[in-house]
């Protein structure tokens, strides 16, 4: 028996328990688990993974999709992108010398239109570290940019964090600088302050406070000063930007037309992902408990999971048969376990005569 039949996937597991398997999708939100996607071409939103075995830093980047990362990639040493828009799997193609796409095979040597990043190898934030940073104490949430995509330390964003920040969408400094076009939406009119972003003392004067707002952001474009620093957007602030033709067509030469489309959102996806999830009948104690950690911190549990899944069918099995109910703390010192008893592992072979 070759190592790949011993290796069940994820995906081979969950399909022993249809109920579970649904759940999953829901938590990776829509993003097929079995089919390659670049048949449908560039996806809106998937989730997305690079691969370092494969494509390693000093080469060429790319990107392979969830199911890809299953199937293709098992083993590997993978790094979670999350979510990113409008991206075509690469997985097979020109870019890798060895792996061949075992789902999807007839592909083109590139996808001229996707975007890379330093993401790609494994380096998130202005600062370009890894996640999780073995090298970091400091205790600090990423933040993602609705343009860049990129990962952002909350301290390195150059701005104070508004309250309830994780209910706004943040735009990096730097895409902030190379798109004049967003500025006409940082202060708004005071008439219509709905879709004014948290920019704390900050105030564009208007000669004409008593007027209604003009029916057109852009004609404040440039009236006032631009402090460094990310912009967070509050929520709904997509569906309010100006829809006139103008606009519309400088977001297009930006390439944001996706700006003023709510359903490209995150949010969008994952809600669509919930929608799924709300379909099927009784929740799983393992993934109501993954429904309360954080994202980055699902997918991470969800790759583990991959790596000991007998361990944790036990694991549950001993809730189950108590008829108590798993928590996230549970599911969280579960696998804290399983790494500390990994690290032990490499420790003790260097004791090894
Ligand atoms: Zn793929
Ligand atoms: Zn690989
Ligand atoms: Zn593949
Ligand atoms: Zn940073
Ligand atoms: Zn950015
Ligand atoms: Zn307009």
């Known amino acids: 028996m070759s190592e790949q039949e011993?290796?069940?996937?994820?995906?081979?597991?969950?399909q022993e328990d249809q109920?579970?398997?649904e759940e999953a999708s829901a938590v990776l939100a829509g993003s097929d688990a079995e089919h390659c996607s670049y048949p449908q071409g560039y996806v809106k939103r998937q989730a997305l993974y690079a691969c370092n075995t494969c494509t390693p830093k000093g080469g060429q980047a790319a990107g392979v999709c969830l199911a890809c990362s299953y199937k293709c990639h098992e083993g590997h040493d993978l790094f979670e992108l999350y979510t990113k828009r409008n991206f075509r799997c690469d997985c097979g193609n020109g870019k890798f010398a060895d792996t061949r796409c075992q789902l999807?095979?007839?592909k083109d040597e590139v996808n001229q239109l996707n975007k890379y990043s330093h993401n790609f190898f494994g380096e998130y934030c202005t600062c370009r570290r890894p996640y999780p940073d073995p090298e970091d104490q400091v205790e600090d949430q990423m933040i993602q940019c609705v343009l860049c995509e990129d990962w952002l330390h909350g301290r390195h964003l150059g701005c104070a964090l508004p309250d309830g920040a994780e209910l706004h969408?943040?735009?990096c400094q730097s895409c902030m600088e190379a798109n004049d076009v967003l500025w006409a939406y940082v202060a708004p009119p005071a008439r219509s302050a709905g879709a004014s972003p948290d920019r704390a003392g900050r105030k564009r004067s208007h000669g004409d406070e008593g007027a209604p707002p003009p029916p057109c952001?852009?004609?404040g474009l440039g009236a006032g000063g631009r402090p460094p620093g990310a912009v967070f957007w509050p929520p709904g602030w997509r569906s309010r930007l100006c829809r006139c033709r103008p606009c519309q067509g400088r977001l297009s030469e930006a390439g944001l037309s996706f700006l003023p489309d709510e359903s490209d959102t995150v949010l969008a996806y994952e809600r669509k992902g919930e929608r799924e999830e709300a379909a099927t009948p009784a929740r799983d104690p393992l993934m109501s408990a993954l429904s309360n950690l954080d994202r980055v911190r699902q997918l991470e549990i969800i790759h583990g999971y991959?790596?000991?899944?007998?361990?944790?069918?036990?694991?549950?099995q001993t809730f189950?048969?108590?008829g108590k109910v798993v928590t996230s703390e549970d599911i969280r010192d579960f696998f804290e376990r399983q790494q500390s008893r990994k690290r032990r592992r490499a420790d003790n072979s260097f004791h090894c005569a």
């Open 6 to 14: 011993q290796t069940l996937s994820l995906v081979d597991v969950l």
């Open 306 to 316: 991959n790596d000991m899944k007998s361990e944790l069918k036990d694991f549950l």
């Open 19 to 21: 109920e579970l398997q």
């Open 320 to 322: 189950a048969a108590e």
């Open 217 to 219: 952001r852009l004609k």
């Open 169 to 171: 969408e943040m735009i």
């Open 104 to 106: 999807f095979r007839d």
